[in-house]
């Protein structure tokens, strides 16, 4: 089994871990997900594109600027954000689909 | 010893320690309800993350089929065929990875068996499905096409 590790005195930050590395490794890579797709948006209709980069900021922000304590996991509420924001996009594109120039 | 169902610090565990996959050592009860070991539930996390990018990527690309493709010689509902169905199914995949986040961490929670995903079969099935309708697209456009 391996060896329990010490709890970090109070007010200290705790130490980072591998997990938690690759976990915001992920983060990362989903929020530069949001603005390539925000990007190829952007070059069919503006307004929608303007829209999906909007929300990629938003999610950097999220992570970024106000995140969760370092090391712990996202709550609930950031994870239904994201899900909401992907189907959200969905519904942009399916308007764009069917309302879009090119389509 | 990190403390098994202590909420407030589930750091702890990720640094190393089993944290609450030691919960079987302080009887059930308090596996019952205790805060799964941090690394189960970063990977729980990734998981969930790996299928929004999933999702993001089938939503682009029904939307570049749509907006980017040259249309079909003579099958102009073609490109809808192919990118709305891809542009639906990723919106459907982001809400049901999130349910499927929520149920595993329950079940990580309760000590119990992970829930069957659908979400494989679903995957497997669309890009098949998908494949089988744009081989079938490209023939008729080249049998009607002059």
New interface residues.
């Given amino acids: 089994?391996?060896?329990?590790?010490?709890?970090?005195p109070p007010g200290k930050k705790?130490?980072p871990?591998l997990?938690?590395e690759?976990?915001r490794l992920?983060?990362s890579?989903?929020v530069i997900?949001?603005a390539?797709?925000g990007g190829?948006?952007l070059?069919?209709d503006i307004a929608a594109g303007a829209i999906v980069v909007a929300m990629a900021v938003l999610l950097w922000v999220l992570f970024r600027i106000i995140p969760d304590?370092?090391?712990?996991?996202?709550s609930?509420a950031r994870?239904?954000l994201?899900?909401m924001t992907?189907?959200g996009?969905?519904?942009v594109?399916?308007a764009?689909?069917?309302l879009?120039r090119?389509? | 010893m990190a403390a098994t169902g202590d909420r407030e610090d589930p750091a702890g565990a990720a640094g190393g320690a089993g944290g609450a996959a030691a919960g079987g050592m302080e009887g059930a009860e308090v596996a019952q309800d205790a805060e799964p070991d941090a690394r189960f539930t970063f990977a729980n996390e990734r998981t969930f993350l790996a299928l929004t990018r999933t999702a993001l990527a089938f939503v682009v690309a029904g939307l570049a089929i749509v907006q980017l493709l040259p249309p079909f010689p003579d099958v102009p509902w073609g490109r809808r065929l192919l990118g709305v169905p891809l542009i639906v199914v990723g919106g459907v995949i982001a809400v049901v990875g999130y349910l499927q986040w929520s149920r595993n961490q329950q079940a990580l929670r309760h000590g119990a068996a992970m829930p069957e995903s659908i979400l494989p079969r679903v995957l497997s099935v669309t890009i098949a499905a998908m494949a089988i309708v744009a081989a079938v697209i490209l023939l008729v456009s080249a049998l009607l096409e002059p």
Avoid: E, I
Wanted: proline share 10%; glycine share 6%; hydrophobic share 60%.
């Fill in positions: 089994m391996a060896p329990a590790a010490k709890n970090p705790p130490p871990s997990a938690w690759r976990t992920a983060w890579r989903t997900a949001f390539a797709v190829a948006l070059k069919t304590q370092a090391g712990r996991a996202a609930p994870l239904r994201v899900a992907v189907a996009v969905a519904v594109a399916l764009v689909a069917f879009g090119g389509a």
